[in-house]
């Protein structure tokens, strides 16, 4: 029997809770009027600070939108709304950088066999020059991160998915970061510079030759490794 550990919300967190499932079952539905702030008070039993910071919380998540002078609206669900929880959870969030590559295998794996399907040239040509600013800042010496960072972009936009296309942009922000971080580390070992640049050019042939199957192992194997180098190093630091 496996048993979570009881965790204690926050009354904000209880009233988004509350909301959501009220938006998830179809009991609020968009272009409904919240109540007013006063009137959630009363309803709820809790400050008006609670409140403010529910409301705010949903607005965060892209469930509900503020009209000046008229009120609190349900919004209508889109591709935004779908993945700014995601954005959200990666602001208060720490340590999350193993979860990330975790989440990046799935995403990016299929992102990259839907590009060697539908990539154009202009998506070629945008790989390509960021393969060209990572050689060059192998040269250099330099870690190359903000070049490896536009590689995987541009692979999320010649996917040609906005749902997949907006996830990626989502996770961006955590992306660069963790990307500077890791890659220094990786970067520690003399031959892991080349030995990054090599996947990332095998992985922009396998899609620029059409081969689906190449381009989702050769993504795959990419992420594997520098999770499990990652694993290495965050387990050294925890003893």
Known sequence: MILKPIKTLKVYEQIVDQISQQIAQSHLKPGDRLPSERELVERFKVSRASIREALSALVMMGLVEVRSGEGTYIRRVNAESVVTPLAWMLV?????????????????????????????????????????????????HQLGEEADHNFHYAIAKSAHNKILFRLMTTLSDTLRKSLKSNRSKLFEHEDSPQKLFNEHFNIYEAIKNRDVESAQKMMLDHLVGVENNLRKYIVNDSK
């Open 92 to 140: 208060i969030e720490k340590n999350t950088d193993l979860e990330l590559y975790e989440s990046r295998k799935i995403i990016e794996v299929q992102t990259a066999g839907l590009a060697a399907e539908r990539a154009n040239i202009d998506d070629l040509n945008d790989m390509s020059e960021a393969l060209e600013i990572m050689r060059k800042d192998l040269k250099l």
